[in-house]
DNA sequence: CCCTGATTCGC
DNA sequence: GCGAATCAGG
């Protein structure tokens, strides 16, 4: 497989979306996420950021290397029309309360794909079909890799986690970190 | 253990 | 340019 100018393109949309490389890798076929994100290296469009106002974050970043040239080759973000505009949210916010219209910024709609942002009442249907065939497990028999989203009101017997295998290091499943959490976009963080 | 993206380096 | 191996982290 090589990368034709369509899978490029598929690569530089899923990619914009939000789409981790392993999906896309996926939905190309005939490569790896390795190679899907080495592709993306070399694109320049590491940062999924296609013009995300820089968070302005007052990084005390070091930045000791007066003599140190960083060759960063400047988006090339140009001719793309990105009508969302980003949701400033922090990624980190669970938020468990249902209670949540859509606030979908209503911009250039985005026609095909949905893609994956907020909540959307589409995740919430999918909590609602996921806790049908939850385990309805409880409090001790959860593992570090069962779903510990809380259904039901602790004070009755009515009341249990879900149980269901959790993906990655998040402590819900797949379904319920969906609503518990954004998307993803910032992770900006390298030790090395 | 599952997953994520990042980087390196032989090809 | 490519991507497996590796790394670093959740």
Redesign the pocket.
């Known amino acids: 497989?090589?990368?034709t100018d369509e899978r490029v393109e598929l690569l530089k949309k899923m990619w914009s979306e939000g789409q981790?490389?392993?999906?896309i890798a996926k939905e190309l076929g005939g490569?790896?996420?390795?190679?899907v994100?080495?592709?993306?290296?070399?694109l320049g469009l590491?940062n999924r950021a296609g013009a995300t106002p820089a968070p302005a974050k007052a990084e005390a970043k070091p930045a000791a290397a007066p003599a140190a040239p960083k060759p960063k080759p400047a988006p090339e973000a140009v001719a793309k029309p990105k009508p969302a505009p980003e949701a400033p949210v922090a990624e980190t916010r669970p938020a468990i309360s249902p209670a949540r219209k859509a606030i979908i910024p209503a911009g250039q709609p985005l026609p095909p794909q949905p893609s994956a942002n907020e909540i959307s009442p589409e995740a919430l249907a999918k909590v609602n079909e996921v806790e049908k065939k939850a385990k309805k497990i409880s409090l001790m028999e959860l593992t570090e890799?069962t779903c510990k989203w809380p259904v039901g009101d602790p004070a009755t017997e009515d009341f249990w986690f879900c149980g269901l295998p959790v993906?990655?290091?998040k402590p819900y499943c797949e379904a319920h970190v969906g609503v518990a959490f954004q998307p993803m976009s910032s992770r900006r963080?390298?030790?090395?």
């Open positions: 497989m090589s990368w981790s490389a392993s999906q490569v790896t996420r390795n190679a994100i080495g592709k993306v290296h070399r590491s890799r993906q990655a290091g963080d390298r030790k090395r």
